[in-house]
């Protein structure tokens, strides 16, 4: 789950982070009394949305300006100004997509003076199961262009769950930043701030870009990115009670309804399948005859007819969807009960697409004997690479 960044900033304050003081708002008559109460003389206006890139983004609309999605404001008025271009207007970033995301929440901040600009940023390295920090001197910068032109400039180290986080942590943190003196035991300070603030909270990623060194010879957060394991929510409802699902696609929030794992894509062909590898294989697969699926949707090796049916509901209600497949593979799901499911769903949905099924496994010739008698127009497969040519092959057909 992600968070908005004044949000990430209140959560890291709680265990001391340096951040700027703020106010977020969430209506334009709002931004006075906000930069009133910060002071000045200098504000940001930050757009607040679950994406990256949020300064070089751009409006769709005219009337919200040229000057993307974070803004340095120099007196109220012009606070109050880019407040009423940026609230409600589509913003468009790198990390959006064209479609753009609506911003309806803003963050009123106080202007920093900058004297330099770091990267810095923890995350669960799953192949050594440990919490690694990546750090870097080119902070304020896409950190994926740094690791493609100048890797050298990224320095990684993990941290070794039995000891914890460690004053050697914040020596290599100082080091890679080039910080001296005072400053590099500040870094050493913040890097267990922030370690405690990840392990306490179950973060799994945490990106400050930019860790800044103020004119006055002090570190501080300058933006904060961060998500949560989902899988550890149920531990956090402080947490919980800050997810935006305005930000969130609403087939996406009813498949967490029903604990099934689900992401939209920009495909075509809708995809039914359980288990995470057989579900990247057939998107695999799809793409290999000339299409794109619409989704990612495991249903787990243990879902009921209940859950088959809400996963092929979320599937139909996506307009971009003109067929879908249908590809089990039962060892402990059994293949009888996603026959069941899938019958359930058209007779209430209706079936508007082609549909291509494949059951292989534990009760597969039930499975295809309810499919069969149940009179309506489903399409068997008999093996993966079959079923992808036929849904492919349908779907070509009906355009």
């Known amino acids: 789950m992600n968070i908005h960044e004044y949000q990430a900033k209140a959560v890291l304050k709680e265990f001391g982070v340096p951040v700027s003081n703020g106010r977020p708002i969430m209506q334009a008559s709002e931004a006075e009394a906000a930069a009133k109460a910060l002071g000045g003389p200098l504000w940001v206006v930050k757009s607040q949305i679950h994406a990256g890139g949020r300064g070089k983004g751009k409006f769709k609309e005219a009337a919200a300006g040229e000057k993307g999605g974070v803004r340095l404001a120099k007196s109220i008025d012009e606070v109050k100004q880019y407040a009423s271009q940026m609230l409600g207007n589509t913003l468009v970033t790198i990390q959006t997509g064209p479609h753009g995301k609506q911003v309806n929440r803003l963050y009123i901040e106080d202007g920093s003076?900058?004297?330099?600009?770091?990267y810095l940023s923890m995350l669960v390295d799953r192949a050594t199961s440990r919490i690694a920090f990546v750090v870097s001197t080119e902070g304020g910068m896409d950190i994926e262009e740094v690791a493609h032109k100048t890797p050298d400039k990224i320095v990684t180290f993990s941290v070794d769950p039995a000891t914890g986080i460690m004053p050697h942590h914040g020596r290599a943190v100082a080091k890679a930043l080039k910080?001296?003196?005072?400053?590099?035991?500040?870094?050493?300070?913040?890097?267990?701030?922030?370690f405690a603030a990840f392990v306490a909270k179950d973060m799994a990623m945490l990106e400050i870009n930019p860790l800044i060194v103020t004119t006055d010879h002090h570190l501080r957060c300058l933006d904060a990115k961060v998500s949560f394991d989902s899988n550890a929510l149920y531990r956090h409802p402080e947490i919980m009670d800050l997810r935006d699902e305005?930000?969130?696609?609403a087939k996406e929030i009813e498949?967490?309804?029903?604990?099934?794992?689900?992401?939209?894509?920009?495909?075509?062909?809708?995809?039914?399948?359980?288990?995470?590898?057989?579900?990247?294989?057939?998107?695999?697969?799809?793409?290999?005859?000339g299409e794109f699926p619409a989704n990612f949707l495991d249903v787990g090796g243990g879902a009921t007819k209940e859950k088959v049916t809400a996963a092929f509901k979320i599937i139909t209600a996506d307009p971009n969807v003109q067929g879908i497949l249908v590809n089990i593979f039962g060892g402990i799901m059994k293949c009888d009960v996603i026959a069941e499911g899938v019958i359930a769903a058209v007779k209430e949905v209706g079936l508007t697409v082609p549909l291509v099924v494949?059951?292989?496994?534990t009760n597969v010739q039930l499975g295809k004997d309810i499919i069969s008698k149940s009179g309506l127009n489903v399409i068997a497969a008999d093996d993966l690479d079959d079923a992808a040519q036929k849904i492919v092959k349908a779907v070509m057909e009906i355009r």
């Open 113 to 118: 003076d900058i004297a330099k600009e770091f």
């Open 246 to 249: 305005t930000e969130e696609d």
């Open 179 to 194: 910080l001296t003196g005072d400053l590099a035991k500040e870094a050493g300070v913040l890097v267990e701030q922030l």
């Open 358 to 361: 494949r059951l292989e496994g």
């Open 255 to 289: 498949a967490s309804k029903y604990d099934l794992s689900y992401i939209a894509l920009d495909g075509t062909i809708g995809c039914m399948v359980n288990g995470a590898g057989l579900a990247m294989a057939t998107m695999d697969i799809i793409k290999l005859y």
